[in-house]
């Protein structure tokens, strides 16, 4: 989710006459919806508002919509806790003041975005945890058969036993035996 959205513009503060870079960074901004935001800058303290789409009304800056249409800033600065001046910074411009010169090379933005809550987590590990389940469910509980067919052979009767078993071939051929070595030694006892 969308929380906040803001400018984050590289500003360059300079030496008027001779060009010489004293101090730049790209300063975040938090200045939309007629937000008044501040930052420091070579010994300066500038205030920002800022115009989306910059109009003059009776002579006062306002904005005509909220769309980036015509960028500009209005900067106050300040030394000292003085009021230096106050002008406009268009996008990509320069201001001039105090024998400095600031100017905005780039204005690119910034985004914060809250996680409120992942709705498919708990559905992701409860599928994970139930075919673990069935995995073990599964080599635990193995399925094991054992087929049984009468048949008269030469006037006797006879019995024909298949088993088969899904996983484990020597232990489904064990359980086999023991169940027929207890069903022969039955036989001896009483006739089955």
């Keep these: 989710m969308l929380k906040n959205l803001g400018m984050a513009p590289l500003l ?107 709705h498919g987590i708990p559905i992701l590990y409860t599928g994970f945890f139930i075919a673990s389940l069935a995995v073990v469910w599964r080599f635990i509980w193995y399925r094991r058969e054992i087929v049984g067919k009468v048949c008269d052979e030469g006037g006797e009767r006879t019995l024909v036993v298949a088993a088969r078993s899904e996983f484990y071939k020597t232990l489904a051929e064990d359980e086999f035996t023991k169940l027929f070595t207890k069903l022969l030694a039955q036989r001896g006892s009483k006739s089955i």
């Design 12 to 118: 360059v503060l300079s030496d008027a006459a001779s060009g010489k870079e004293i101090d730049g960074a790209y300063v975040r901004l938090d200045c939309l919806k007629e937000r008044i935001d501040h930052f420091d800058m070579g010994g300066y303290h500038f205030l920002v508002k800022f115009y989306p789409d910059f109009t003059r009304v009776d002579g006062k800056p306002a904005t005509r919509t909220l769309e980036f249409i015509n960028p500009t800033f209005l900067i106050q600065i300040e030394k000292d806790k003085k009021l230096i001046g106050e002008m406009l910074l268009p996008k990509g411009g320069a201001i001039d003041f105090d024998g400095k010169r600031l100017a905005m090379r780039q204005m690119p933005f910034w985004v914060r975005f809250v996680v409120m809550k992942e």
